[in-house]
């Protein structure tokens, strides 16, 4: 892909010299993503500070066919930020909250804010905004709202989808859509702003967002069980839900494995003594005083009783709850020192996961002798991250020749129990053909249409989606 220089220089020129850089250290960062599995290439970062500036190049990429891509963090784990010889859009300067209009329970920021600063503003002005991931300090509201970001409250607030009210955008054609609006009901049609919550930049870029706030519960409970099996985590989650009145925040699974690499590569004390098969990480939270407490007091005491969990610790303090937490979300990044790792972010029925988890590891381990599984997520979601490692004393080269093949097997196996291949991370340039062969032909047509509506020349994301 060869951008001529007369449209990089006209590109530059829309958005002035602190708005665009070719230097090649500015650049590395966002040209290498997270996991190391892709490294990229780009003639021009443009780093815009306004919607208009932001319209400005999209018209000019519309009007020479050039291919552009927009990036946030750089934090997506599945490809789809890192450009290919394409021009990168970064949201790194679009990074103001508008306004937190605490009476209409709303807070208007641009993409470029991080999901921490969009959370800490919302804290300031008594409210919370809840999604929440590992990734939260450099993820920004632009990514989590165009992959539709998860993470570990959804449970309770759902995912990006459910957060945002309203949009403003710039569409493939560089016009502006503004649509700021914060209203709980609008039902007037088709909602572009839906349509562009999880297009992972393939429908324009997304500038700013009215994003839904809650009350804050102060009142909060924390605590790791020890379980025997995920079939026992689920029944221990509708428990948890009954015995809490629905005020279950957060329900997170861990194996074994996971916890001692986070232990081994990391130094976190594991929560529990003994190292149990399994572990499920519970956030209760309310606004009335002592009722996360005495509901978990409650849960823990009656699965105790009927052995459905063996062993259970309740953080005392926020600094072991902080703690809990941290063996929780450093679940991938314990994974790193071990080596190559086929990884899946699969979501299944909740009553399926104990299946899905007993199929896929019997078949891993059949396609890949003594690989190491490393399960763990949001399983209150149905949403596992199932990651194969190589085998202790195997080659990262060997286990990556067989990456396509652990993956198409995990991703039959999740898809036979009404399951889904992406649960929270997108499809980006991992998943995007593979994707193709879970979806009806009636289906990916009518999305192609959507796609060549908007983007007749396909310059948005162009390697992204179908
Ligand atoms: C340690 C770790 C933990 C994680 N945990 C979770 C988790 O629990 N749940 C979860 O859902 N994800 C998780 N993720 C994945 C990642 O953080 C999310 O996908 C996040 O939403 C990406 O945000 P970003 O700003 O980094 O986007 P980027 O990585 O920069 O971009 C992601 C995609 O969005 C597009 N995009 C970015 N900004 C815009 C914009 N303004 N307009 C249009 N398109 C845009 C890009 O082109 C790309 O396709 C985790 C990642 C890490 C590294």
């Known amino acids: 892909m060869n951008t001529p220089a007369p ?15 070719q230097d090649p250290d500015r650049l590395a960062p966002k040209l290498v993503e997270w996991r190391d599995r892709w490294t990229g290439a780009t003639p021009l970062l443009l780093l815009p500070r306004t ?33 290919r010889g394409e021009v990168l859009l970064s949201t790194e300067k679009l990074n ?38 590992a990734a939260e300090g450099t993820a920004t509201i632009g990514g989590n709202i165009s992959t539709n970001a998860g993470g570990t409250a959804v449970l309770r607030y759902g995912t990006m989808r459910d957060l945002v009210l309203g949009l403003e955008a710039v569409l493939p ?22 349509l562009l919550i999880g297009a992972e930049g ?10 839904k706030l809650f009350p804050v519960l102060r009142d909060r409970a924390v605590a790791t069980v020890a379980l025997a099996s995920p079939a026992d985590a689920i029944a221990l989650l509708h428990r948890a839900k009954a015995e809490s009145g629905g005020a279950v925040e957060a329900f997170e699974l861990m194996n074994a494995l996971g916890i001692s690499f ?29 009722h996360a407490a005495r509901a978990m007091e409650r849960l823990l005491a009656s699965a105790l009783e009927d052995g459905l969990i063996s062993d259970a610790a309740v953080a005392q303090n926020d600094t072991q709850a902080m703690a809990m937490w941290a063996v929780r979300e450093g679940q991938s990044a314990a994974q790193k020192p071990e080596g ?63 990456r396509d093949q652990g993956a198409r097997t995990v991703h039959d196996i999740a898809v036979s129990l009404g399951g889904s291949i992406s649960a929270e991370h997108g499809l980006g340039a991992m998943k995007s053909a593979e994707a193709l062969r879970y979806k009806s032909a009636a289906e990916v047509a009518a999305l192609r249409a959507i796609r060549q509506a908007l983007d007749p020349q396909r310059i948005m994301n162009p390697r992204v989606l179908f």
Not at 202 to 211: E, F, K, M, N
Not at 363 to 386: M, S, T, W
Request: glycine share 10%; with cysteine.
């Open 7 to 21: 449209i990089l220089d006209r590109l530059k020129a829309a958005v002035g010299e602190a708005g665009w850089s």
């Open 51 to 83: 919607v208009e500036e932001v319209a400005a190049i999209v018209r000019l990429c519309a009007q020479s066919g050039t291919a552009i891509i927009p990036q946030g963090g750089n934090t997506g784990l599945v490809g789809g930020q890192i450009p």
């Open 96 to 133: 103001r909250v508008r306004e937190v209009a605490a009476d209409d329970d709303v807070m208007v920021v641009e993409a470029g804010v991080t999901l921490q600063a969009a959370q800490e503003d919302a804290a300031a002005a008594g409210r919370f905004f809840p999604l929440s991931l």
């Open 173 to 194: 054609n560089g016009e502006i859509f503004h649509g700021l609006k914060r209203l709980r009901k609008d039902n007037t049609g088709y909602d572009l702003k839906q």
């Open 202 to 211: 393939t429908l324009g870029v997304v500038t700013a967002a009215a994003l």
């Open 262 to 290: 986070a232990q081994k590569n990391l130094g976190l004390r594991p929560p529990l003594e003994g190292a149990p098969p399994w572990a499920a990480l519970i956030e209760i939270a309310s606004a009335e005083p002592g």
């Open 340 to 402: 190559a790792a086929w990884k899946h972010d699969i979501s299944v029925p909740i009553s399926q996961v104990a299946a899905f988890i007993a199929r896929a590891s019997a078949e891993a381990i059949k396609l890949q002798p003594g690989a190491r599984i490393v399960a763990f997520g949001h399983v209150g979601d149905g949403n596992i991250h199932y990651d194969v490692l190589r085998p202790e004393g195997g080659t990262d080269e060997a286990h990556a020749a067989l």
